[in-house]
């Protein structure tokens, strides 16, 4: 006990210590959420949250992390001042505290030891490279999709992920939704017959290659120029590309087959028992790419101009040897044989919901059980979709050897294997 001031008197050291007794015993009145009470997870026990580049998309799924009561948001990071400001106020108006913190750069939220996970919602170029510097800071990692721009990227996901043995979720809700796991279900079952072709719903996939016009470039707090473009070739700043029109230019974007492709040949893969390899063979017709793995099933990645149910956004579709079934985000489900409708028991759920998807995540950073959409899953889907991106941008009938995960005979298409990176941001 430190030595009392000998100047303080008898009469007032024992006023002081009245004082100090009467606070003791009064009683404290603390939250019942901070002690754990009323279905309350206490803080010591919650999973701290960071964001990467929470834009549209992102805030989506921010929702959803704020609702789960054992998970904490705690600081945002983007290359974006009024992104940053925009998640911290929706950040601080949740928990009525003004404690989210607002960083800039990636190294700056994922040196941060408090921190547990982190979701990485920013444009495609730096899906991969935020992943991976996350896993070997020790993250657990909610990786919206596209995953990868590349194969080489998508194999170096998986690697990465695997060596540090880190959580991984990529942003594929459907996995978790319920009518695209009722007919992944029905397909598994045997009650289509022998699979023989499965259909996944993709987009154009054309790129463009102009720049936009240069614009007078803000001031490095406004918008970290260098910094949003991260690993891609630099080009002029234009607010077009921040504000999300980024999309369809080649060297920012992972193209159309696999903007839907994430999602749906994702689902295929899963349909068909093929989550652990790819198809075999590419052959491209029009904006589309028929894809046969080395059992015979044929991958059929058409656009939305091809006689779709209209079943909603992102449909697939199953055919078996004795019936069918396709789904969509609409929730609703068509199946054939009509004997198999009496089996439809599910609630209809918004595929782009992520609600199921970050409840899965989570559990699995506590359980430390892989997810339903992990690095390795998530990795196979991209690489059949870059494959079938390739076979399209060339016109031709390509061969891919999943094993070595290159194309076979033809140099000129493993050359599209990986793209170039910028200096420093080489993985």
Known sequence: MANLNRSTSRRGFLKTTAKAGAAALAPMFVPAAVLGREGATPPSERIVVGGLGIGNRGRTDLACFLSEQDAQFVAVCDAQQSRREQVKEIVDNHYQSSDCAVLRHPDELLGRDDIDAVLIATGDRWHTLASILAARAGK??????????????????????????????????????????????LAHSGKLGKLHTVHAHTLNPGFRRDWLPEVPLPSEEVVDWDL??????????????????????????????????????????????????????????DTNVTATYANGVKLVMRDRDTGWLGLGTCPVRFEGDEGWVETGDSGKIAVEPAS????????????????????????????????????????????????????????????????????????????????????????
Not at 155 to 179: D, S, V
Not at 244 to 271: F, K, N, P
């Open 228 to 285: 949003w473009l991260g690993p891609v070739p630099w080009r002029p700043y234009n607010p077009t590309y921040t504000a999300g029109g980024w999309r369809d230019h080649y060297d920012l974007h992972s193209g159309g087959i696999l903007e839907w492709g994430a999602h749906t040949v994702d689902l295929c893969q899963w349909a068909t028992g093929m989550d652990h390899t790819t198809p075999i063979q590419y052959e491209p017709w």
């Open 140 to 185: 657990d990692i909610y990786c919206e999709k596209p995953c990868s721009m590349t194969i080489e990227e998508s194999l170096r996901l998986k690697e990465t992920i695997g060596r540090y043995g880190r959580i991984y979720q990529a942003g594929t809700q459907r996995r978790t939704i319920p009518n695209f796991q009722f007919a992944v279900e």
């Open 340 to 427: 198999l409708r009496s089996e439809i028991e599910v609630v209809e759920m918004q595929g782009t919901d992520p609600k199921n998807h970050v409840r899965e995540f989570l559990d699995c950073v506590r359980s430390r059980k892989p997810c339903s959409a992990n690095a390795s899953v998530a990795a196979q889907s991209h690489i059949a979709s870059h494959a079938a991106t390739i076979a399209w941008r060339m016109g031709t009938t390509l061969r891919f050897d999943p094993e070595e995960n290159e194309f076979i005979d033809n140099a000129d298409a493993n050359r599209f294997l990986a793209r170039a990176v910028r200096e420093p941001w080489r993985i």
